[in-house]
């Protein structure tokens, strides 16, 4: 039977953020949003092992408290200029540990508020798919191409649009020749690299409060979404 894994790649700079920081170690609670995403994967039954992929020399990890996840949770310190590289040189840093029918669940380290019940939905839909998928929301807005100059060209269709965010899940085997396959460079996603290889992954209705803090707003609106988790869980 197979497994499920989660790595989370952390070895970017952040750069949109526009902070020295890099953006997984910005804090909310005294936390960083690295933990957040942590959390939730290591918390969850099904998933054996979280493993963290960090720049090498990353000195900023060990300043922080990991005791809650125990015998969980793994640093690597084998991370890429890319997103891509890092997920790339983490699966092959963790290839003892996993096998290549294993499930793993590639995770956004400042995508700090995704919620159980998406987590729980992601693994029951896509486990038996032959593929893999991801969570992934409709785009609801109205969509502008822009010009150089930032002006509007047109109007972009929005039907059939989905907006992607992570996990997203894939075998061990296949996300491995995918990445392989499309290098390091050119793919901003894993689901990008599956579909590079001529297959669908299986889209997973998200939730849009499962943000990535990209820009400055970000944080103070994740710091509110997990504050209202946090009550959320304690009613239960």
């Known amino acids: ?41 290591a918390m969850h039954p099904r998933i054996e092992q979280v493993f963290v992929v960090l720049a090498p020399g990353d000195q900023r990890y060990a300043r922080f408290d990991w005791s809650a996840f125990a015998g969980k949770l793994e640093p690597l310190y084998c991370g890429g200029v890319t997103r891509a590289a890092s997920v790339f040189n983490g699966l092959l840093a963790c290839n003892d540990a996993i096998d290549a029918s294993d499930w793993v669940l590639v995770h956004d380290a400042a995508r700090p508020c995704l919620a159980g019940a998406d987590l729980d939905r992601l693994i029951t839909e896509v486990g038996e798919d032959a593929t893999g998928g991801l969570l992934a929301v409709p785009v609801a807005d109205t969509l502008k191409r822009a010009s150089r100059e930032g002006l509007v060209m047109r109007t972009e269709p929005r039907e059939d649009l989905w907006q992607a965010q992570t996990p997203q899940m894939f075998r061990c ?11 390091p460079d050119v793919i901003t996603d ?44 304690e009613r239960r």
Do not use: C, H, W
């Open 1 to 41: 039977m197979a497994r499920y894994f989660a790595l989370i790649p952390a070895a970017g700079a952040g750069s949109r953020m526009g902070s020295e920081l890099p953006k997984q170690y910005l804090e909310i609670g005294g936390r960083p949003l690295l933990y957040y995403a942590v959390s939730r994967l």
């Open 173 to 183: 085997r296949l996300l491995v020749e995918a990445l392989r396959v499309a290098g």
């Open 190 to 233: 894993e689901a990008g690299a599956i579909e590079n290889l001529g297959l669908q992954p299986k889209l997973v209705m998200g939730d849009a409060r499962n943000l990535k803090v990209t820009y400055p707003q970000d944080l103070a609106l994740a710091e509110l979404i997990l504050k209202g988790m946090e009550t959320a869980d």
